[in-house]
């Protein structure tokens, strides 16, 4: 028999496996703050368990982080981790520290199949959804492993004990965007219990505006989103027509401007933000005319096809990659973009590039992934990349 990955568990699936080996619910919840709160991966450390329940649990289950081929710490702090998911599939997560916040950028499949023009994982194809353990070993490792760095740099943040004390620890992470490689709302399953452990106080303890699923835009995933846990939603909207977003954002075809623009007005009524963040990314001669940004502003406006909505724009500076046979817009191009929308009356951001020294941008992710996925597969026979991995944080 395999052992249960206790990492693929929202509390009460915890609180229902516990509970079919004769425990208490009240032992789930210590069992989960060990785990999530305090990066524990032996039953062993968790004192203060019956020495019963940890001898039960390490018969049958584990706390399974996922192995990690690579990790480059960017000289703006940036820090990017690379998962074996196996098979030859790497998974890349991306932590961004802000002067007030921590974001982790997280992954949610191994490829995708929506197949976006100027994505590199969409130029990758779908290899496989990510299973909810999947999805949060990453933030499981980022949060724990991040702690122990700043633990050996300012030792005071963690109390005199440390990790090993009792004190409760500074959390590092604040904010989760789910924008890593993947479509979330295609592995909804999956997705849905990691959202929840995020959010769990004896988990993550994150509040539902500092989470974020980005969409490309399954229209019925939304509201069930919206139904069942509205967290921020960011949509990646690329193009003001459905002559433009069709061939950059295949499912466009499936779900329109006008179905998608309704969804966000749905999503607006459950959601813990009182706007949608819309992603653009600027691609020269695509989409970056000011005609475009006028046409953006009567798309979402009251005269639009599901009247005004509302939200905020941030444009994404493209990141080239060769096969896309796309360019990055001009900087004066995407200022003058901003302009126009900005004089709209719309908030509107253009994202900072961070971690450009190792490659953490948005959508450079997967090709490089798969470059060096082929190349694990050809080193896993040698010791160095042996030595270089590790399942600790
Ligand atoms: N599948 C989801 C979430 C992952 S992609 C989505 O599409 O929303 C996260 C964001 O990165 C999306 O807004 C996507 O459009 C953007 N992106 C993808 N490839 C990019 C690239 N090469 N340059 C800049 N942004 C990119
Ligand atoms: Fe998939 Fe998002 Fe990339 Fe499109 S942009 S291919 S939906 S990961």
């Known amino acids: 028999m395999t052992a249960v990955n206790l990492l693929d568990f929202d509390l009460d699936a915890l609180a229902a496996y516990c509970e079919r080996l004769g425990e208490k619910r009240f032992r789930a919840v210590q069992l989960f703050r060990w785990i999530h709160q305090r990066g524990a991966t032996d039953f062993e450390q968790m004192t203060d368990l019956a020495k019963s329940l940890r001898s039960k649990l390490s018969g049958v289950a584990v706390i399974q982080p996922l192995p990690v081929i690579s990790e480059h710490a960017s000289t703006d702090g940036t820090v990017k981790w690379l998962f074996d998911v196996g098979a030859g599939n790497a998974v890349e997560a991306v932590f ?7 974001t982790l950028c997280v992954s949610s499949q191994a490829g995708c199949a929506v197949g976006c023009r100027f994505c590199s994982t969409g130029h990758q194809g779908f290899s496989r959804n990510l299973s909810t353990g999947e999805i949060l070993a990453q933030l499981w490792y980022a949060e724990h492993s991040l702690r122990r760095h700043a633990a050996t740099r300012t030792p005071h943040r963690l109390g005199p004990q440390g990790l090993q004390g009792t004190q409760p620890v500074e959390r590092v992470i604040t904010n989760v965007v789910m924008m890593g490689m993947g479509e979330p709302l295609q592995n909804y399953a ?3 219990p990691a959202l929840r452990v995020m959010l769990d106080d004896h988990g993550y303890g994150l509040s539902r505006r500092r989470v974020t699923v980005s969409t490309s835009g399954v229209v019925p995933m939304m509201d069930r989103l919206g139904a069942d846990l509205p967290v921020a939603l960011a949509v990646s909207l690329h193009a003001p027509d459905d002559a433009l977003r069709d061939p950059l ?4 075809r499936k779900y329109p401007l006008a179905e998608l623009l309704g969804a966000c007005q749905r999503y607006l009524k ?7 963040t ?4 600027m691609l020269d001669g695509v989409n970056d005319t000011e005609a475009h940004a006028r046409a953006l502003l009567a798309l979402v ?6 009247g005004r909505v509302p939200c905020k724009f941030n444009l994404i500076p493209f990141n080239p990659f060769p096969a896309s046979g796309l360019l990055r ?5 995407v200022e003058a973009f901003a302009r126009v929308l900005i004089e709209g009356g719309l908030v509107t951001t253009v994202r900072k590039t961070r971690g450009d020294d190792i490659d953490a941008a948005c959508g450079q992710l997967a090709g490089e992934v798969q470059d060096r996925t082929r190349a694990v597969v050809r080193m896993t026979r040698g010791p160095v990349l042996a030595a270089q991995r590790s399942d600790q944080p």
């Not at 459950?270 to 949608?276: G, N, S, V």
């Not at 406006?301 to 599901?306: A, K, L, M, T, Y």
């Not at 817009?329 to 191009?333: F, G, I």
């Open 96 to 102: 961004i520290p802000e002067d007030d916040r921590g």
């Open 270 to 276: 459950t959601a813990p933000r009182d706007f949608i």
């Open 278 to 281: 819309f992603e653009y990314c």
């Open 249 to 252: 954002v295949p499912i466009n």
């Open 190 to 192: 999956a997705v849905l």
């Open 301 to 306: 406006g009251s005269q639009g096809p599901v």
């Open 329 to 333: 817009s001009k900087r004066e191009q």
